[in-house]
């Protein structure tokens, strides 16, 4: 080895040493950082989610600080991942495959993954609705190649009550996509059906809200159409045993049977109409 070799390779080792270290450093400092920032953003959105009302004025000024628009309609997404998943390490993952969605939507971590959703500062249109709902199949299919994923979209409601509400639903949809692999663990609320969703929705804390949204064409109709709707189901369709409950006569029952269908927009005759309608009614029932 030429003289003076081993003292340049010393130095050079040395450097290097300095130079890793440094790296590191900068590295755990933007670990720190990215930590703090999710950490923000989840705080807020915990704020806005648990307060189940309008935002008081500081919440309100954080949000509008952090560029989330509470006015306007927003559609909620809940992505699920496992635990082997770090949501702030994984987000950029997210945060590509949105844009290669072309999917707008704020990413935030919350709990075992994340919730985001779009916001439209005027009510959408179908034709935008549905262009939402297939950019944000596109993006779970995207996601899914790198991260296993469930993804659950959320119907549309307006302010920011509405963005709590739509990611609740959203959350409840997550869920259920975690078992559908046919879907692609994929599940959109408007695209699955109340109904069924509400069969899914049983333990959750959002089944007696969308219970009584289900419901809500039945509210003030004269001749009481929940309960006869209840006891109806709860006679197995029987309209004499029905009659007999409510102390009313067979064909008023009929009528009224006929004017609930058509004010809810459903058939008796598939079994997952009746059971989502008969759970609903009971809940309701029970609460009111």
């Known amino acids: 080895m030429p003289p003076g070799i081993p003292a340049e390779l010393a130095a050079v080792r ?13 590295l755990a400092e933007k670990r720190l950082a990215v930590e703090r920032d999710a950490r923000l953003r989840t ?24 560029g989330w628009q509470l006015d306007g309609w927003h559609v909620g997404i809940r992505i699920d991942v496992p635990d ?18 072309q999917l707008h939507a704020l990413v935030v971590e919350q709990g075992r993954g994340w919730g985001a959703w779009t ?9 935008e609705l ?10 779970q299919w995207l996601l899914r190649s790198t991260v296993p994923s ?27 996509a975690a078992t559908r692999s046919a879907s692609g663990y994929f599940v959109h609320v408007d695209r699955l059906g109340l109904g069924r969703l509400l069969l899914a929705w049983t333990r959750t ?45 067979r064909n008023t029952v009929a009528a009224r ?17 009746r059971l989502a309608l008969h759970l609903a009614c009971r809940s309701v029932l029970f609460h009111s």
């Open 14 to 26: 040395a450097a290097l040493g300095v130079a890793a270290g440094a790296i590191g450093q900068r």
């Open 43 to 66: 705080s807020l959105l915990a704020e806005l989610v648990q307060a189940g009302a309008e935002p008081d004025p500081g919440t309100r000024r954080r949000a509008l600080d952090a």
């Open 84 to 101: 082997s998943v770090d949501p702030v390490a994984t987000r950029p993952e997210v945060l590509r495959a949105f844009e290669t969605a």
């Open 119 to 127: 916001t439209f500062p005027e009510e959408p249109s179908t034709t």
């Open 130 to 139: 549905n262009r939402h709902a297939s950019a944000a199949r596109r993006a």
């Open 150 to 176: 469930a993804m659950g979209v959320g119907r549309l409601y307006r302010e920011a009550t509405g963005l709590a509400r739509t990611l609740g639903e959203a959350g409840d949809a997550a869920r259920l």
């Open 205 to 249: 804390d959002t089944f007696l809200p969308a219970a009584r949204s289900m419901l809500e064409p039945l509210r003030d109709q004269p001749g009481d159409l929940l309960a006869t709707l209840t006891a109806y189901l709860d006679a197995e369709s029987s309209l004499t045993e029905t009659a007999a409950v409510l102390g009313v006569h």
């Open 257 to 273: 049977m006929a004017r609930a269908q058509e004010l809810l927009g459903v058939e008796l005759t598939d079994p997952d109409e």
